[in-house]
């Protein structure tokens, strides 16, 4: 079987507030990826691994049978196929750590879609924006099975490789980022908090607290605006404002999403928040896993990280160091 291979993912900006219509920028990211395989003791893959991962897709075959059957897709997925390559031993060899917020199940849900839809959009080098939504949707319906709601953004930045700009929820487009404009000692990062992260119970949360007035006034006048300002500005190279609005996204998060914000890296996060030289956010749904950090002095912040024992995962690095 020919298989593709799928990047990770990282959400810059909009986790939380994309679910109130609000701006989202996301990325490729090729340190992690994921493919589809077939079993074979010889590959240096752990065998039981490898059996647990086919289990897993026998699990999520049955979802799809049962989404087929109830109301049907939008493009057609060979399951049959699916089925019988499954009885042959195929599973997902990835390194895409889970519960980290980086596209571990967006990246299966593309890998699935590419390699079985029938009728569908196979040219993702070639889509207009009408069929960007149409592919969001299909994916959004075939990551819920991972999370019980998706988007449908992680697996459409999954297959189409490529940054995207989420306008609102009828607009989506790629993008260019320009980073030549981004600073000579700047850097975006990723730190790895050391726990697992559950992505559904915290976006309960946030869709639940959104129901109180006084929260969703906030996220309204100050995380959105915040948030959009961080993409519009990033996109432009306008790198003061940028960093201003960014301040004030990181201090929201902190303040408000503290459920989403790991216990152990609090002081750190706070830490940013009055230097000047790194700010740190949440990537993907928090909890744990990785969280984001963009420094405009990176051999500073790199120093910083490593007297506090932690390590920094570079996914933009524009030092000279």
């Known amino acids: 079987m020919k298989s593709e ?3 990770a993912k990282i959400m810059l900006f909009g986790e939380y507030s994309v679910i109130c219509d609000s701006m989202a920028l996301t990325i490729p990211y090729a340190h992690f990826t994921g493919e ?5 003791q010889e590959q ?3 065998y039981e691994l490898a059996l647990e991962s086919n289990k897993h897709l026998k699990d999520y075959l049955k979802y799809l049978k049962d989404l087929e059957n109830k109301t049907g897709f939008r493009d057609k997925l060979d399951l049959e196929r699916f089925e019988n390559d499954i009885n042959n031993g195929l599973y997902f060899e990835s390194n895409i750590p889970q519960g980290y917020g980086i596209g571990s199940s967006g ?37 819920s099975y991972f999370h019980g709601v998706s988007s449908g953004l992680d697996p459409l930045l999954c297959y189409i490789r490529h940054p995207l700009l989420i306008r609102n929820k009828m607009q989506i487009e790629t993008v260019g980022i320009p980073r030549d404009k981004f600073g000579t000692n700047s850097a975006i990062f990723l730190i790895d908090s050391g726990v697992l992260g559950k992505t559904g119970p915290l976006v309960n949360l946030f869709i639940e607290r959104c129901k109180l007035e006084d929260f969703h006034d906030q996220v309204k006048n100050v995380f959105i605006p915040a948030n959009n300002g961080c993409i519009e500005t990033l996109l432009k190279g306008d790198m ?9 996204l990181s201090a929201f998060q902190f303040l408000y999403l503290p459920e989403m914000i790991p216990s152990n890296m609090k002081s750190i996060w706070e830490y940013g928040l009055h230097s000047d030289d790194f700010k740190m956010k949440l ?16 051999k500073s912040t790199h120093k910083y990280f490593q007297q506090n024992g932690l390590e920094l995962i570079p996914v933009f690095k524009n030092s000279k160091d």
């Open 36 to 40: 589809l395989r077939f079993i074979d």
């Open 107 to 143: 990246a299966l849900v593309a890998a699935v879609y590419d390699q079985y839809v029938v009728q569908g959009h196979k040219n993702r080098k070639i889509l207009t924006g009408m069929e960007i939504s149409n592919l969001k949707e299909v994916f959004s319906r075939m990551e």
């Open 283 to 298: 990537c993907g749904s928090g909890g744990g896993g990785f969280l984001l950090g963009i420094s405009r002095d990176f």
């Open 44 to 46: 240096y893959t752990k």
């Open 240 to 248: 003061e404002p940028f960093f201003s609005h960014l301040t004030e």
């Open 5 to 7: 291979v799928f990047y």
